[in-house]
């Protein structure tokens, strides 16, 4: 059973336009959510997380929505720029339980066209 | 500071062989993880440690060990290579309510 889900695999916008990936989750325990960028024959690094006590949080172009009661949150991206072209991962935890263990989605790929 | 290196960045290995991926950071993390990503899939956990002298299982540990003698260190060995053990393996680390630092990954293969 899978307990963070990106359901779509890929996403093409222009440049300019809004990127919206989506994340739902089925552990009601989770209560801190991380998205992490990846580029081809990198690791992923850290782009922007939210406490489940929040329902938004916003840097720069970068924001993520929670909603609790539908276990889903985003990650908007404004304007989407051809450097944000990469994989991105949305992964829910526990920080003071569970030794802070991650779990990932399967990412989606996002292209940002010129 | 060079965060959390991995070495090799490739290898490939023949089936039954065995072999040490090394992790080490130095932002004196003490929660340790090491993950496998297989092609289109997430990041799985195989171990992890919340100090030194600590490891536990994760939800792939089967055909890997790991050892945490410094807070520096997490290596994880593999015995006995089979190819389902195939993928890129990537280390992280973080302290207890930061986001996680990784490594940029060992690629491995098993023929």
């Known amino acids: 059973d899978q307990q963070v889900k990106q359901n779509s695999p890929s996403l093409s916008v222009q440049e300019g336009r809004i990127s919206i990936l989506n994340c739902d989750y089925t552990?009601?325990?989770?209560?801190?959510f991380l998205w992490y960028k990846k580029y081809p024959a990198e690791g992923p690094t850290f782009l922007i997380s939210?406490?489940?006590?929040?329902d938004k949080n916003e840097d720069g172009r970068f924001t993520v929505f929670l909603n609790k009661s539908a276990k889903h949150l985003s990650l908007h991206i404004v304007p989407s720029q051809p450097g944000d072209s990469a994989v991105y991962f949305c992964?829910?935890?526990?920080?003071?339980?569970?030794?802070?263990?991650?779990?990932f989605g399967d990412g989606t790929t996002l292209t940002v066209k010129p | 500071n060079a965060g959390v290196t991995q070495t090799p960045k490739f290898r490939i290995l023949k089936i039954g062989q065995s072999m040490t991926l090394q992790c080490t950071q130095d932002?004196?993390?003490?929660?340790m993880y090491w993950y496998r990503q297989d092609p289109g899939m997430g990041l799985k956990l195989i171990y992890y440690?919340?100090?030194?002298?600590?490891?536990d299982k994760g939800e792939v540990p089967n055909g890997y060990n790991v050892s945490r003698s410094t807070t520096e260190d997490f290596p994880l060995r593999l015995e006995l290579a089979a190819p389902s053990q195939t993928s890129v393996y990537f280390c992280?680390?973080?302290?207890?309510?930061?986001?996680?630092?990784f490594g940029q990954g060992t690629r491995l293969t098993v023929v």
């Open positions: 992280a680390s973080r302290t207890a309510n930061t986001e996680a630092f």
């Open positions: 552990n009601s325990m989770f209560d801190y």
């Open positions: 939210i406490s489940s006590i929040k």
């Open positions: 992964a829910a935890s526990s920080p003071y339980t569970n030794a802070g263990k991650s779990t």
């Open positions: 932002m004196n993390h003490n929660y």
């Open positions: 440690s919340v100090g030194a002298g600590i490891t």
